[in-house]
């Protein structure tokens, strides 16, 4: 079983990379932003925790920066109808951390999935994953002053721009439907914020001149 491969980064496109180990090229299958951020960095030598996936027909790898992604992945494969692309479609744009927190928090929409699915893996793995979930930070000043640090790191690691990062997370924090003491809620509606403002669209909250 490949457990971890360290290689020369010799590509990497939206969603795959490929590793030179000892001369033999690998073909992993990643999260966009494990992609993007591998994108930056070639001809660099990395270390990749990984997953092999065997089939009738197919055997491919996916890989994960890091092992606590590796681990939400493998036990999102114990849910009842997730694949490895389902579930590496969970960790493309979050880590493992606030995944883990949207489904302790049973935070359906946070979870990229179609509705029923996000639902069945939050019934089935609520209470496994506590061990992979970011902290949920006590609310008061110095709570929002951490929940603001670790969304916004949370966004950098993701290949936000860090004012972006920090736009959108304080516009997130003075919205009221959003559980300030949480950092994956916090994050999940800046990113929402940021998808809304790549589209051209006003964000949610956002007042529309007349």
């Given amino acids: 079983m490949i457990r971890r491969l360290t290689g ?3 590509e990497a496109t939206e969603d795959t990379l490929i590793l030179d180990v000892a001369g033999v090229g690998f073909e992993v299958a990643c999260p966009g932003r494990v992609a993007a951020e591998l994108a ?5 030598v990395v270390t990749v925790h990984v997953h092999l996936s065997l089939r009738q027909d197919e055997i491919s790898l996916f890989g994960f920066r890091e092992e606590r992604d590796l681990l939400l992945f493998r036990r999102l494969l114990t849910v009842s109808g997730v ?3 389902m579930a590496l479609g969970m960790l493309e744009r979050r880590g493992a951390g606030a995944v883990a927190r949207s489904i302790t928090d049973g935070d359906a929409a946070g979870l990229g999935a179609p509705r029923r699915m996000a639902e069945r893996v939050i019934l089935q793995l609520r209470d496994r994953v506590s061990d992979l979930a970011d902290p949920v930070v006590a609310s008061g000043a110095s ?3 951490e929940v603001r ?3 916004v790191n949370a966004l950098e690691r993701m290949s936000f721009a860090t004012l972006d990062a ?3 997370v304080s516009l997130a924090l003075t919205a009221p439907e959003v559980d300030r003491s949480s950092v994956a809620a916090v994050v999940a509606a800046a990113l929402r914020r940021l998808d809304a403002g790549r ?3 006003p964000a949610p909250g956002a007042r529309v001149a007349s």
Avoid: F, H
């Fill in 149 to 151: 640090e670790l969304a």
């Fill in 166 to 168: 920090q736009s959108a």
């Fill in 83 to 85: 694949g490895p692309r």
């Fill in 199 to 201: 589209r051209g669209a």
């Fill in 8 to 10: 020369r980064v010799l």
């Fill in 40 to 44: 930056q960095r070639p001809d660099e």
């Fill in 143 to 145: 709570g929002s002053s």
